[in-house]
């Protein structure tokens, strides 16, 4: 076919292409294209949007630009320069680029506006920036920021700060090539974070950071304490600098610390760091913290120099630049025991002693300053006590007397002269003799046991025969005392009888049961 037909809406506008070049436009309303055998493409353009929608714009612009300015609104955007363009109801304000052409439909009503924009530059121009923030949407590289009433917004190209934002909406031009960002931070927080940047900042634009912040500084022997609404917020550290916001959204005010005054924390600051919650801030960093319970001691080192001993209490100190240490001494009588300990007594034989010491630390800093591992030297002088003692002696001499072996041990311990200690007393809890020598000492004592039962079986046996024999005599002389001892006998064979028939009464009984024979005169 030689033609072909359109039909359009009221909102539409079509461009035809013969054999890749414009030929025409074409608006709302039915419509006949005649092509005679060209190659003829029709594209259709909804008129929400004034920006061209064809492939083809760019070449048309360049190769038939007399003939694209008949239906359309050419803007140019010279090199160096990015070119703003905004309808205020038709088109997204959006940037053309340095060196680009671009095309869109021309608007029933209004104007499409412009605004050159050099290629470093992220400020629009007040007016500009106004209109834009009227605008539902943009195109980037155009970004929409809004700032609260506790931030700050700071944007800085190629690390140099270049402007802080407070309270308020803005419109920036984040061109691709000037390297920008945007940093937002918490105004209610009276010191910004990262005090380096800032210092940079300074160099290469002091007025702007004068403007905005104050540098504090502590000296070397200094530590100052910043409150925000007269709670403590945080420290700087000696030797260094913190940059404060001048407009900060929250009051604060700056305490400073003399360290050469000593290190402990004042009463009155310890209030203001517990109610601060100081141990989960950053101000733990530079609290050092520790409790002495009673019946101990405190020993605190600063930069490894021993300070005077502490009693029980609660201490806090500042550590900032400084090498804090404290060990927490017990007063209380404590015990150190050896286990086990292997030895060979007198006569040879191998042992294993189990022995306790009781001792006291009168002198804490003595005791320490004289050892590097206090209880481990205590461990060994006991030790080589056991051995002095248990090796001068014969095994019958160690199971003999316990007692004097824990006397002499006592007295060997307390020869030795601790210093910064008291020993109570020492002894040998438990002497284990090896398996060959426990069984042979078991066959001694139950041989000794039998013997011992032998000897008491004996004796009880010839007691009780001269005990039987003293009876006879007793019922020889006395036959009145051998009636009762055969009336006894009677009841106890009457006892295993169940029935009896007696004849004759009772003496019939009597003298027919038992019969005996009395001894001739």
Known sequence: MFFSKLKLLPNERAIIVFDGSLHGIRGSGK?????????????????????????????????????????????????????????????????????????????????????????????????????????????????????????KMLVSVRGELQAVFGTGEYV???????????????????????????????????????EHFECVEAGADELKLYFVG??????????????????????????????????????DTQAKLKAADFWRSSLADIVYFFQVPAQHQGLLYINQELQPVLPAGEYYYWSANRELHAEIIDLR????????????????????????CNYRVTDAPLWLAQHREPEQYLYRELQFAIRAVVGGKTMDQLLADKQAIDAELSAAMRAK?????????????????????????TRVVEAEKSALANNIRRREETASTRSLLNTARVME????????KELETLEKVTEKIDKISVYGGLDGVLNGLININTPKQ
């Open 417 to 441: 002269n601790l210093r910064g200690i008291e020993i109570s007393d020492a002894g040998v809890k438990d002497i284990i003799l090896p398996g060959e020598i426990r069984s042979i000492l």
């Open 31 to 151: 419509h006949t294209v005649w092509h005679l055998g060209k190659k003829c493409e029709t594209i259709v353009n909804k008129m929400d949007s004034l920006a061209v929608q064809w492939n083809g714009a760019a070449a048309c612009l360049r190769f038939q630009r007399a003939k694209a300015d008949q239906f359309w609104q050419i803007i140019d955007s010279p090199i160096g320069t990015d070119t703003l363009v905004w309808h205020d109801r038709y088109l997204t304000p959006q940037i053309i680029p340095s060196g680009e052409s671009r095309a869109f439909w021309k608007p029933e009503s209004g104007e499409i506006h412009t605004c050159p924009l050099p290629q470093d530059a992220f400020r629009l121009p007040e007016n500009v920036e106004a209109a834009l923030l009227q605008q539902p949407k943009l195109q980037a590289p155009l970004k929409k920021y809004t700032v609260s009433a506790d931030e």
């Open 333 to 356: 009588p404590q015990t150190c025991e050896i286990s086990g300990q292997e030895l060979l007594s007198e006569d040879k034989v191998t042992l294993r002693v189990n022995a306790v």
């Open 230 to 267: 007269g709670k403590l917020a945080g420290y700087i550290a000696p030797d260094t600098c913190a940059y404060f916001w001048k407009q900060a959204a929250a009051p604060y005010a700056v305490q400073t610390v003399d360290l050469k005054n000593g290190l402990r924390i004042d009463a």
């Open 172 to 210: 920036l031009h984040l061109s691709a090539g000037n390297d920008m960002k945007v940093l937002f931070a918490n105004s209610r927080q009276p010191v910004f974070d990262d005090a380096a940047a800032v210092q940079v900042w300074a160099k290469n634009n002091p007025a702007l950071v004068a």
């Open 477 to 484: 002389e006395n036959p009145v005392a051998l009636r009762l």
